[in-house]
């Protein structure tokens, strides 16, 4: 009897396809093979044989290339893709593929810096002892480490790794940029006698092959990686840490949608190994897994550098013509006068954030796009940040030809050009995608300001994390309402988180360190509680208030998007489905609908958006229910749908 190939490919069809491989040709399960399909040639992965062809299939082709010379995953890799092919409902073929190396890049490497530049002659504290000892004595389980910026938490993971590896087992240590796994890799190598893998979708497909082999032939014990590198075949795996556990660079955000830390959780269940996750500014669902019990919590609450919490003031923007308050002004000037550093911070790029005419109320958006377009002064350029549309500057409403038109808001390259007319005597360096389009560029500033050659940093997300300094006296965060009004239940948590994060830039070896919160919203609960550095508090109030409105970590939740260039057809598509899922069905899954509704961004890139969320207490019976409803849709072929399992972001 014949046997045929089994080749799976990165499609969103749940199904194997059957091959013949010609004479000459040798292929072994675990290799990627090109072959036939339809009018294309793809690149499918061949996972074993089968005798049984569907009654539909009259005609077999056969495969034209081998890719590989040898088997690149084995039965493992395959039963972990057909879990996250399970969990976050999408095909096997495109689960293993998001696997494999040569995968969808993640996010681009944003800070650089020395948050991982440890002093090798430090003394551990007794609390960094007993966390090490927890960890190494318990065999299997999940902890959480939780400090305060500076208090040695990287000591904790170097020590507890290289515990792991005496033991002879495998490690992999995970952070939330890619630009963090060359620091990663550089005090792993300082600390361990081992061979390191690095592995993230920053790598050439060769580069990241070369390394993926290396871990496979057990070469490599250690890996360190981005978020994609949780799926490393580190065998006997032992110890598994996830670095800065609150970033939403973990979720992936495209198909599979997964979550690295769930999937570390389930490989270190089926392997028997220990997950370590920590942060100075935990995740509520971490926050909540601590109180119940799931998550093991280890506390390092002193900084170890010399250095203490920063004092931290809130200043109302109400009343302000200018960005720059006037106590920040002196504040500056008193860092100058110090000796010492500054370093700004605002998460808005450009100049203005939006365009408006005062006479009709017409503001410039984005032709691709429900958001305004930002001014970029020194492009002479209004630039949507989603999709990337241009277009010029206009004196003139298009609307109404009046002229009575201006731009509001602010970014940092209006923030750089006000810090220069103040400050004329003093060097500034303004750190954002915009300015630093090269990575030796961002280096060299960050050395020269690390040389004490530049007083004032200024720049977005680069600089809130990963910077360790010491000559920064002052941290000025410029606007804390940013992210703030954003129309997403996380919103308040990614602001506390952002706050406190930047704050830790402050004081981190004098005892000196300042933080001024610059605020239209001084009575904020999230602003105030972020200010006096408040987990505990900001916790309770932010917890009760998502257990009243029922997000999670009380519920769970499955979003289901729906994007056409036809604002009818997604909205047609929407409906379809909400209308699918019947009163009495919902009620026996104990399943809440929301929607069908406009997403809060409703168009991106000329797509247009609507949304559908099933939310449950209990996890079982809404996966069941949306895998069900969404095998049994039948999507138009002119609408793409989005499966987000446990989102991030609502937007």
Not at 97 to 112: I, K, S, V, W
Not at 498 to 512: C, M, T, Y
């Amino acid at each position: 009897m014949a046997e045929y190939l089994e080749v799976l490919f990165n499609l969103p069809v749940d199904r194997r396809f059957a091959y013949t491989v010609p004479p000459g040709l040798s292929v072994q399960a675990g290799m990627r093979v090109e072959a036939p399909f339809g009018r294309r040639r793809l690149v499918g992965c061949a996972i074993g044989w089968t005798a049984e062809l569907p009654e539909e299939v009259r005609e077999v082709k056969a495969i034209e290339r081998v890719v590989d010379s040898r088997p690149i995953f084995g039965e493992r890799t395959l039963a972990l893709a057909g879990w996250v092919a399970d969990m976050y409902l999408c095909s096997l073929g495109e689960a293993l593929f998001a696997m494999l190396p040569g995968g969808r890049r993640e996010r681009e490497p944003e800070e650089l810096g020395g948050e991982l530049a440890l002093n090798r002659e430090v003394v551990l504290s007794k609390d960094q002892e007993l966390a090490i000892k927890a960890i190494e004595t318990a065999g299997q389980g999940l902890f959480y480490l939780y400090g305060v910026t500076g208090s040695g938490k990287t000591e904790v993971f170097l020590h507890a790794a290289r515990r792991a590896l005496e033991k002879g087992r495998g490690v992999l240590y995970l952070v939330p940029e890619i630009s963090l796994t060359h620091q990663a890799f550089d005090v792993f190598s300082a600390f361990l006698d081992a061979p390191l893998a690095v592995l993230h979708s920053g790598l050439s497909p060769s580069q990241r092959l070369k390394e993926w082999l290396r871990v496979l032939d057990g070469e490599a014990r250690l890996v360190i990686g981005a978020r994609s590198g949780v799926f490393a075949p580190v065998a006997d795996l032992g110890l598994v840490i996830i670095d800065e556990e609150h970033e939403g660079s973990y979720k992936s955000g495209t198909t599979p949608r997964y979550s690295a830390r769930q999937v570390a959780m389930h490989r270190c269940r089926e392997e028997g190994a220990v997950l370590v996750m920590g942060s100075a500014t935990p995740s509520l669902e971490a926050v909540h897994a601590m109180g119940s019990g799931q998550l093991r919590r280890l506390v390092l609450p002193e900084r170890l550098s010399g250095g203490s919490m920063p004092e931290v003031a809130v200043q109302s923007l109400v009343g302000e013509s200018v960005p720059l308050s006037r106590p920040l002004i002196r504040e500056i000037l008193r860092t100058k006068a110090a000796g010492r550093q500054t370093i700004l911070f605002l998460n808005r790029r450009g100049f203005a954030y939006f365009f408006h005419c005062r006479s009709c109320g017409y503001e410039m958006k984005c032709r691709h796009c429900s958001v305004s377009l930002t001014f970029h002064k020194q492009r002479n350029l209004m630039v949507c940040h989603y999709c990337g549309f241009r277009a010029p500057p206009v004196d003139v409403c298009p609307e109404c030809g009046s002229v009575d038109v201006g731009y509001s808001g602010f970014g940092t390259e209006r923030i750089e050009e006000e810090v220069q007319k103040l400050f004329p005597e003093m060097t500034v360096r303004r750190v954002d995608t915009d300015a630093v389009r090269k990575r030796a560029t961002l280096r060299r500033i960050l050395e020269e300001f690390r040389r004490g050659e530049i007083d004032i940093l200024l720049g977005t997300q680069m600089v809130a994390k990963g910077l360790n300094f010491p000559g920064v006296k002052l941290v000025g965060i410029v606007s804390a309402d940013t992210g703030l009004m954003l129309p997403d239940f996380r919103a308040p948590e990614r602001t506390f988180d952002l706050i406190v994060q930047v704050s830790g830039r402050a004081g981190r070896f004098h005892p000196d360190g300042k933080v001024l919160v610059q605020t239209y919203l001084p009575h904020n609960d999230t602003i105030r509680l972020a200010a006096a550095a408040d987990l505990d508090g900001f916790h309770r109030l932010e917890l009760e208030a998502r257990r009243q409105l029922g997000f999670p970590p009380y519920t769970r939740l499955v979003r289901f998007v729906f994007r056409s260039r036809d604002a009818r057809k997604a909205r047609a598509a929407a409906r379809g489905f909400a209308a699918s899922l019947p009163e009495e069905r919902l009620e026996q899954a104990g399943t809440e609908l929301l929607g069908p509704a406009e997403c809060p961004l409703a168009v991106v890139s000329g797509n247009h958006r609507q949304q559908v969320i099933l939310r449950s207490t209990q996890f079982r019976p809404l996966h069941r229910l949306a895998r069900e409803t969404l095998d049994g849709f039948s999507t138009p072929s002119s609408v793409y749908v989005e499966v987000d399992v446990d989102p991030v972001s609502l937007l």
